[in-house]
């Protein structure tokens, strides 16, 4: 480790230099689009603490009407789903993890950085559609009168069906929810394969900074929990546009399905929002106790506990709903559970800050403030987890008090914390000390004030989302002193905003390494270069960069780095740095995200509009692959960039999967626990048993085809590769063949999307499927036609494997439908 | 291992065994029972909920029955944003069962400062029983949002 030269400073264009507006819209690099990611966060933030201040305005007194009911349902919906989606979730991980992930783990940049810029466009895309209520309102367009989404930001059916919420409100919901869930699905992805994939070589997992593992997990739980949500609202789109019965009750359906699939994707939600915020306090304590972080190992596996743990608790938000002792008995100890490693964490923290020489900056005493504030907001927490307590607090004050002090007093109080601490890497600028530690006590103040009077409110059965009480509840006076801390809190956010524009503006010049820090993105300059590290930093110790300073992990003695060799090794790193090959800029992500905002606006207003956005999405697809015609050989060629075992795009492809099994799941699922709820119509006796045995027997064959293709193009053999590929595309298309007819005879017996639930979970599940085949037809072909054109050969064969991954998944799932659906149609379930 | 693990250990295995028995005391000892499907309304094809709900005993005759020596059912149907009936009147100390549903989207029903909490689905019936010993109005409210008035969906209960 030693021998490596040490990445020190270099001097030259920084990343936030040059290139013009053109340069930050075709922009691919992590840190542009971090900031990207953070500017626009940073407004909605605006727009979401308006919206909390309009809020507390409202209930400040009894009988109060500063605001119209339907104003004030439209407005605390936004909030929530602002602050979650828009606010929260984007600067955690599309503002500090993109920016931090390959700086902390010592790359140049994300895996897939046009993919990078996709998430960020189609975020931007998805918060402008949720807002274009606004536009509707204003210009008084559609049929009915529409806002800005009124159903709450859990959006509980049946409330949000077009009979009981005609106007466009819930569409934008829905829409702009499916458009932000791809985006993060895609940054997950993205996060996941960079940070698996491209550590520095001597980083293995258990010496990655702590926020890289809470990085690390949190994209796993987005991966996985964020599908649930897609099938949630895709049955919501269908009911809606489509007159499907997935909510309604008349058809045998129930509105419970939404709740289920939205606290399995809701709970871990939670976890989405709090694991980074986890990963910030445990970088900021450290740095700032001049310690290491105390029991790292447990620190990382109580992350990885919390995640697993987080899929079986989503039951406590819906022990009012009646679901039976077993199941409340279940959900009620898996929630208990959750709180041993949340309290590991806990004190974990407090002994990191023991007998540490400690250091009270803005950002530490946010870190400090964070653990209090969080520990408040888990303890009721787990009071929520006994069901007859829960069942006393459900949908009262408690609630919001609970959730406030979890997702406010802990997240947010990270968020700010990690702003002060990393404010001067992304800008070069420190921001004001003093203007951070007024806004820091008025915070403090104010949102105590605020949310703890919501225990005893929610206590006294004040229920949430209410619009107005009548005076003699006994709730005016807490009300009153909330609205007062929420003013408070309002003026600790106008000295926040300006001290980041003081900042920006005049502030005081960072140094490369302002805080003493301890990980690897303090070894390069503030704001660091566009290349990031000019040498690739070995990466051989935890807390690297300390390490590389004082020679010890503990020590805070030694005597800083030798100049000496500072001067030499700047040489070094500047002749290193003319030969890095950055991925170049690229307009089309901005172009694919346009197209499907242009979908989205078509599927309320004019059909065209979606066929004209479709058409631009598919064409920066195609423009995307053709961008860079070499683009294996040109990675080759260049400097050679350490990746572990598996190429990037593989990695990818899994981690693709593995957010599709759940997908999946959820759709079989539903078509399980609707199968035998169907009240009248044709059900799964009508499936022809024989023709779909003969289709699934050659979806099979196609699997040994794909294989033989691959064999083929490894041995170099690309004329039988050739014909092996279009031999299973061929096979796919057969079973389309099959899939059109069994449709087109369904639907000439009378059995429609609408006609029965059996009917809607049946197309929706087995469509849903055949499309997936459909995408793998024109892949194969696509790789079929490049063969032939001499573009694949023995050295590219991995193009050949990554689609073959995908059509072996696509086959084992028909192997499950076929099964469930088909072999299994006469048992019933209860 | 050392004693200060051993302790914390034994710790947090003590406080999760304490909430488990705080728990079970809750649903055994204190009686909390909690809100479970107390039935389904059968709703026939093509069938709208309310007319299925009205089809539907208790329903059929929504308000307060004597079912028994101190023992009270009320029947009780909530629609976006009222419940019927809105005024109910029950003698104190008495047991009451509450078997409530909704004919449209989820609604809520809470009567605070009592353990009275559920939340009321379409084509399910939800069924708690409760003993009220202090006279005096209770009030009943809609504490699932279900719409513009939501905030005005309340009724009273006079225990007497």
């Not at chain 1, 001097?11 to 900031?35: C, F, M, S």
């Not at chain 1, 199941?327 to 559970?337: E, P, Q, R």
């Not at chain 1, 979890?406 to 947010?412: D, F, K, R, S, T």
């Amino acid at each position: 480790m030693a021998a490596q030269p040490k990445p020190l400073p270099v001097e030259g264009p920084h990343y936030l230099e040059g290139g013009g507006i053109l340069g930050w819209l075709t922009t691919v690099d992590h840190k542009r689009v971090a900031v990207l990611y953070g500017v626009t966060a940073l407004l909605l933030m605006l727009v979401g603490g308006t919206e909390a201040m309009l809020i507390r305005t409202q209930l400040m007194r009894p009988d109060n009407h500063v605001l119209t009911a339907a104003w004030y349902n439209q407005i605390f919906t936004m909030h929530g789903t602002t602050m979650i989606f828009l606010v929260i979730m984007p600067l955690e991980t599309g503002f500090f993890a993109n920016f931090l992930i390959p700086l902390q783990i010592g790359a140049r940049d994300v895996a897939f950085p046009r993919i990078n810029a996709l998430s960020y466009w189609l975020f931007l895309a998805g918060a402008v559609f949720m807002h274009l209520g606004l536009v509707t309102h204003v210009l008084n367009l559609g049929t009915v009168p529409s806002g800005l989404p009124n159903a709450g930001w859990f959006g509980y059916a049946n409330l949000t069906e077009s009979q009981y919420s005609p106007g466009l409100n819930i569409d934008f919901w829905d829409i702009g929810l499916l458009i932000l869930g791809v985006s993060s699905v895609l940054a997950a992805l993205n996060f996941f394969v960079t940070i698996v994939n491209m550590r520095a070589p001597g980083m293995t997992f258990m010496r990655m900074p702590m926020f890289m593992w809470a990085i690390l997990v949190t994209t796993i739980l987005i991966l996985l929990a964020f599908p649930a949500l897609t099938v949630g609202l895709i049955f919501l789109f269908l009911d809606r546009f489509f007159g499907t019965h997935f909510y309604r009750v008349t058809a045998g359906a129930t509105p419970i399905l939404w709740q289920h699939l939205f606290w399995i994707f809701g709970h871990p939600e939670v976890y989405i929002m709090a694991l980074p915020a986890f990963g910030m306090i445990s970088e900021i304590l450290p740095v700032f106790s001049r310690k290491p972080l105390f029991g790292y190992p447990m620190m990382a596996y109580s992350l990885v506990l919390i995640a697993f743990l987080s899929y079986g608790v989503w039951g406590h938000h819906m022990f009012a709903t009646g679901m039976g002792p077993i199941a409340d008995a279940t959900f009620a100890i898996t929630s208990m559970l959750i709180a041993i490693p949340t309290g590991i964490k806990v004190f974990s923290w407090i002994a990191t800050v023991w007998g540490g020489r400690l250091r009270f900056t803005t950002a530490m005493l946010f870190a400090l403030a964070f653990i209090i504030e969080f520990t408040i907001g888990g303890l009721s927490g787990i009071m929520h987890a006994s069901a007859p307590i829960d069942l006393q607090q459900t949908d009262s004050y408690f609630v919001v008090a609970h959730f406030h002090y979890v997702l406010g007093g802990g997240v947010l109080f990270a968020i700010l914390g990690a702003f002060y601490y990393w404010c001067p890497k992304i800008s070069g600028r420190m921001l004001d000390e003093t203007l951070g530690k007024w806004q820091f006590w008025l915070l403090v103040i104010g949102f105590n004030l605020t949310f703890f009077p919501m225990h005893w409110l929610g206590t006294w059965g004040m229920p949430r989302r209410i619009y107005t009480y009548a005076p003699g509840m006994g709730w005016s006076t807490l009300n009153f002193v909330e609205t007062i801390g929420a003013y408070i809190q309002a003026v600790s956010f106008i000295v926040f905003f300006a001290n980041i524009l003081l900042t920006l503006r005049r502030g005081e010049k960072a140094a490369a390494d302002p805080w003493d820090g301890r990980t690897l993105e303090w070894s390069v300059a503030s704001p660091p270069p566009a290349y990031n590290f000019a040498v690739l930093p070995e990466g051989g110790s935890r807390d690297d960069f300390w390490v590389q300073k004082y020679g010890t992990l503990a020590g805070a003695h030694g005597g800083g780095s030798s100049a000496a060799g500072a001067t030499a090794a700047a040489h070094a790193a500047a002749e290193a740095a003319e030969h890095i090959h950055m991925p170049a800029p690229s307009l089309y992500p901005l172009l694919f995200a346009l197209g499907v905002f242009l979908m989205g606006v078509g599927a309320l207003a004019w059909l065209r509009i979606v066929i004209l956005g479709g058409m631009v999405v598919a064409l920066s697809i195609i423009a995307m692959a053709f961008e860079y015609p070499a683009h294996g050989e040109e990675a080759a060629e260049s400097e050679p960039v350490f990746y572990r075992g598996v190429d990037n795009r593989k990695a990818g492809m899994w981690a693709f999967l593995g957010s599709e099994c759940v997908f999946f799941t959820a759709l079989i699922s539903t078509y399980m626990v609707y199968k035998s709820r169907n009240l009248a119509g044709p059900d799964a006796q009508i499936l022809n048993i024989p023709l779909t045995s003969f289709s699934t027997f050659i979806l099979l064959m196609s699997s040994l085809l794909m294989v033989l293709a691959l064999a083929a193009f490894r041995r170099g053999d690309d004329k039988w590769g050739r014909i092996w590929l279009l031999g299973t595309a061929g096979f796919g298309c057969i079973f389309l063949g099959g899939q059109v007819y069994e449709f087109t005879d369904f639907y000439l017996q009378g059995l429609y999307m609408q006609t029965n639930i059996f009917g809607q979970t049946f197309y929706t599940l087995v469509g849903t499927h055949g499309f997936h085949v459909f995408i793998g037809v024109c892949w194969l072909v696509t790789l079929a036609i490049a063969g032939f054109l001499g573009k694949i050969d023995s050295k590219r064969s991995l193009a050949v494997e990554i689609a073959g991954l995908y059509w072996h998944f696509v086959d084992v799932v028909w192997i499950v439908i076929f099964t469930l659906v088909y072999l299994m149609r006469t048992v019933k379930h209860a | 291992m050392e004693r200060y693990e051993k302790t914390f250990l034994v710790l947090s295995a003590a406080v999760l065994v304490a909430f488990l028995v705080a728990l079970a005391y809750a649903t055994i000892a204190m009686h909390i029972e909690l809100p479970g499907k107390a039935g389904v309304i059968p709703i026939k094809p093509g069938q709208n909920v309310a007319a299925a709900v009205l089809a539907t005993a208790p329903f059929n005759h929504p308000g307060v029955t004597k079912i028994g020596p101190d023992q009270y059912q009320v029947a009780i149907v909530a629609q976006a944003w009222t419940y019927y009936p809105r005024e109910i009147e029950v003698p104190a100390g008495a047991r009451v069962t509450f078997v409530v549903t909704s004919v449209d989207v989820t609604h809520g029903f809470e009567i605070p400062g009592t353990r009275v909490n559920m939340m009321l689905i379409p084509g399910y019936i939800s069924k708690l029983s409760y003993r009220f010993r202090k006279p005096g109005n209770y009030r009943i409210i809609c504490h699932e949002y279900c719409g513009i008035l939501h905030h005005t969906m309340t009724a009273v209960l006079r225990v007497k």
